[in-house]
């Protein structure tokens, strides 16, 4: 019998505000739901709020998650004007994810994603994986906030991708 493949998500799930609902939204969500549908063992580690919607997802894909704490999840809005143009808005922001909040039984996964949305990994978490594949989605550390919530680009450090397979 051969051993399934652990994958670990790392990066927040959020909520995608579409006028008054909501969807579910992240990279980390869609990875992790994924990686289960291809038969991996799938682990996601998240931060969110008690006023998350779909945790039950995850619970019915048999996804293992770890989930910091926050006292609300990451809300983003895109709004399109007459010719298209998308101005994306976050409305709140779950807690940054640090190294250790990394689970010692996730340390041995077989492969990692780093999936932030809203610059809420730690840099060094990569620190803490050297025998598995690692693979980023860079989308939330190329974003800022400003103080009307409003999402612009942002400079990262590109020298941490070399940690990156």
């Known amino acids: 019998m051969s051993k399934k493949i652990s994958y670990l998500s790392i990066g927040h799930c959020c909520h995608d505000k579409k006028q008054d609902s909501f969807s579910l939204g992240g990279t980390a969500s869609y990875a992790s739901l994924q990686a289960s549908q291809f038969g991996m063992l799938s682990n996601l580690v998240t931060s969110f709020g008690e006023d998350f919607l779909f945790e039950n997802m995850f619970k019915a894909s048999d996804i293992q998650l770890a989930r910091k704490a926050a006292p609300q999840t990451t809300v983003f809005e895109n709004m399109y004007d007459a010719e298209g143009k998308r101005t ?69 450090d590109w020298g941490f991708l070399s940690k990156v397979d």
Do not use: W
């Open 88 to 156: 994306q808005f976050m409305h709140q922001r779950a807690k940054t994810i640090m190294s250790s909040d990394i689970k010692k039984e996730f340390l041995e996964a077989d492969i990692i994603q780093l999936c932030p949305i809203a610059d809420e990994l730690d840099y060094n978490i990569l620190d803490r994986f050297d025998h598995c594949l690692k693979g980023a989605t860079i989308q939330g550390f190329l974003r800022q906030v400003d103080e009307n919530n409003l999402v612009h680009p942002k400079e990262m």
